[in-house]
């Protein structure tokens, strides 16, 4: 949980009838198949003789089968929703669209799993069926950068943080896509077993067992590599060099010789997003680099992404980023002063937004708020103390946002 969630859902404790090494993977029909292998992989394979504490694996159908994944493979799972009740950790790998709504049955038991004390993880798409249940009202969380537009403006209580790769809130925890779902995994191995353990499964994975940075790498370029052959490559790299003019998807449309039609469904398969939700994604993601490395007020912060105004700029950071620009810009100075921060081009990390801080710097409407501060980096050439020894609790590394 966060820090200023309620004392009662802190102190909440696991069932007795559930078990903190049972894992529960729940699949449904139209997952894909990567994601959905994933927790599968690293829960599911006896790798005592490398140092790795056993879980329990419990493979459940979240509707009836047979399951068919990508590829045309069907899949039989051999436990039902019943068996989630045994487990202390319940993962959702993937979810098959954005759009429809899960089954009510396994929204239910997601949320009696809650309930009863279970740690609730959400996979990349997987996000969307924590959010269906209800489970991320209030929290932070993160999904693929791609989807992270449509779960804040479907789910308006979730604080979506479309730039990490993952994120633990304490009992409810987020990831961003493929790749990054292992990296959480490997997280709850750390946090359940320690960095020993963590790391031999990182090792037998052949994965890092802590990735630096975030999705921002991806969110800066928010296009796949192929397009670069494209013709609207062009026209991409045109919006992205004149964020600070006003213009719109129909300007963009002129300039790709097409009719606005043609280019929403040409854009749409190249890059998986409408390109109005491209643009304002890009113009936020301006927005917020100004109002880290700069002092412009948010007025003229808005001029400068080209936001027809101070009010379209805060309408749009609120629904994408769960803050106000103002709140932000607040809490980010108190999590990394600009006296402490390191230079970007050695380290390659962005504070995370959504967290507790950001919320009560919200509240206070300035630094002046009851946000807490965080500890300098190690100085440069020098090691700092392991973040997961005893006595240093659960930090926010690069990638991932912990609650304290």
Partial sequence: MSQDSAAPEVARKLSGRRRREVVAVLLFSGG?????????????????????????????????????????????????????????????????????????????????????????????????????????????????????????????????????????????????????????????????????????LARRLVVPPRRSGGQERYLDRSLPEEIGSDPLAEVVSWALEHLHEQFDVETLAARAYMSRRTFDRRFRSLTGSAPLQWLITQRVLQAQRLLETSDYSVDEVAGRCGFRSPVALRGHFRRQLGSSPAAYRAAYRV??????????SVVDVVPAQATAQVRRAAAASGPSGPAATSAAPPELGKPGPDPYAAGHGRPSLPGQRSAP
Wanted: glycine share 10%; hydrophobic share 40%; aromatic share 6%.
């Fill in 32 to 200: 894909p198949i990567f994601e959905s292998s994933i927790p599968l992989s690293v829960f599911g394979i006896d790798r005592q003789d490398a140092g790795v504490p056993r879980y329990r694996l419990l493979v459940c159908a979240g509707e009836e089968g047979p399951l068919r994944t990508t590829g045309g493979l069907e899949l039989t799972a051999p436990y039902g929703l019943e068996a989630i009740g045994r487990a202390g950790t319940v993962v959702v790998p993937a979810w098959r669209s954005i759009t429809s709504p899960p089954p009510p049955e396994a929204l239910d038991a997601l949320r009696r799993a809650h309930e009863e004390g279970a740690r609730i993880v959400g996979l990349c798409t997987g996000a969307f069926v924590l959010a269906a249940a209800g489970l991320l009202d209030g929290r932070p969380a993160t999904t693929h950068w791609m989807y992270a537009p449509t779960l804040a403006k479907r789910y308006p209580s979730v604080h979506v943080d479309p730039r990490e790769l993952f994120v633990d809130d304490g009992d409810v925890l987020t990831s961003a896509g493929t790749a990054a779902g292992i990296d959480l995994c490997l997280h709850i191995v750390r946090t359940d077993h320690g960095t020993e353990a963590a790391g031999a």
């Fill in 335 to 344: 999590r990394r002063p600009q006296s402490e921060a390191p230079p970007p």
